[in-house]
């Protein structure tokens, strides 16, 4: 048996359901979000939360959130991935993950199924040049892929900072510690932006929002609780970010339950601060995550 794909609808948004021997994923058409990833006989990789929405042009809490074209608040970003910006508040995040995309291609195979989405042309305010492809390319099986690529089809020079925003399932999060970012250095942005450096392994004992540079391929949250490595590795990546908004952040947050923070942990592909994307007219960029669970 090759891959199954069907729509359901969660109260306003369609998804696909994508059933393979290999492994099952659930995606919303809003934002091409994956909300759900579990490898075949595995716990869930990906978290969801119990409290997620799925309303018209609110990003469903949990998932692989597609961060783009900028990451974060968008007065964070510097000027040149404001530039193309309309004036007045912006959304968290960039404008993508709240706004349907389409189905372009759906590609079985034996071990693994591919699916492509599409931005649709044309749907961001009228000061961001035009001609810009971007598309999300999602390949489920025993491990999840993913590559947001962006073409610059326009005549003008496009700066972006984006992210694969992934929430991960963990058994307890005082049970997991993530390796892979020792001696890295991070902007602790809970601590008036200040630039620090990653003694050890990061192990997650209060609220923690952290964008680490310098990044290389290979981060693993290691989860003694399940006994398991989910192994995260990027191309064109050389930032990442780990955050848990832990107790009281976590009981401010929309669509999330007040214990979730323990279940939860983010560690997110990037290209933000000094590892943003600059594209001159013609360019294109791919941000590539693929996630793989190694059992203990
Ligand atoms: O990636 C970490 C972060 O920027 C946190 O500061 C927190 O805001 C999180 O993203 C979630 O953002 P959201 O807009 O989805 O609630």
Not at 12 to 18: D, H
Not at 29 to 53: C, D, K, N, R
């Amino acid at each position: 048996m090759s891959a199954r794909i069907s729509v359901c609808q969660h109260n306003e948004l369609p998804c696909l359901q994508v059933t393979h021997p290999q492994g099952s994923a659930l995606i919303a058409l809003q934002g091409a979000q994956v909300l759900e990833y579990t490898p075949h006989g595995q716990q869930p990789v990906i978290w969801l939360s119990e409290q997620a929405g799925f309303q018209q042009g609110q990003s469903v809490r949990g998932g692989i959130p597609v961060c783009w074209p900028w990451f974060g608040a968008a007065d964070r970003n510097p000027p040149s991935v404001r530039q193309h910006l309309p004036g007045g508040e912006q959304p968290a995040h960039g404008w993508v993950r709240n706004t349907t995309w389409v189905l372009r291609r759906v590609d079985p195979a034996a071990e693994t199924v591919t699916l492509e989405f599409g931005f649709p042309h044309r749907r961001w305010p009228a000061t961001f040049p035009e001609d810009v492809e971007l598309t999300l390319t999602v390949t489920i099986g025993a491990q999840l892929s993913l590559c947001l690529s962006t073409h610059n089809r326009s005549s003008k020079n496009l700066t972006l900072t984006q992210a694969l925003h992934s929430y991960f399932a963990v058994s307890d999060v005082d049970q997991v510690r993530v390796a892979g970012l020792e001696q890295k250095t991070y902007v602790d942005t809970l601590a008036q932006w200040e630039r620090r450096t990653q003694a050890g392994s990061v192990a997650i004992n209060a609220e923690t929002d952290r964008i680490y540079l310098g990044t290389r391929d290979g981060i693993e949250i290691i989860d003694s609780g399940w006994r398991r490595r989910i192994r995260i590795e990027s191309k064109h990546s050389a930032s990442a970010v780990v955050w848990n908004p832990w107790i009281d952040k976590g009981k401010r947050l929309s669509q999330f339950p007040d214990e979730a923070w323990r279940r939860m942990l983010c560690v997110e592909t990037a290209n933000v601060l000094e590892d943003r994307v600059e594209l001159a007219p013609g360019d294109s960029c791919h941000l590539d995550a693929r996630i793989l669970v190694v059992n203990d």
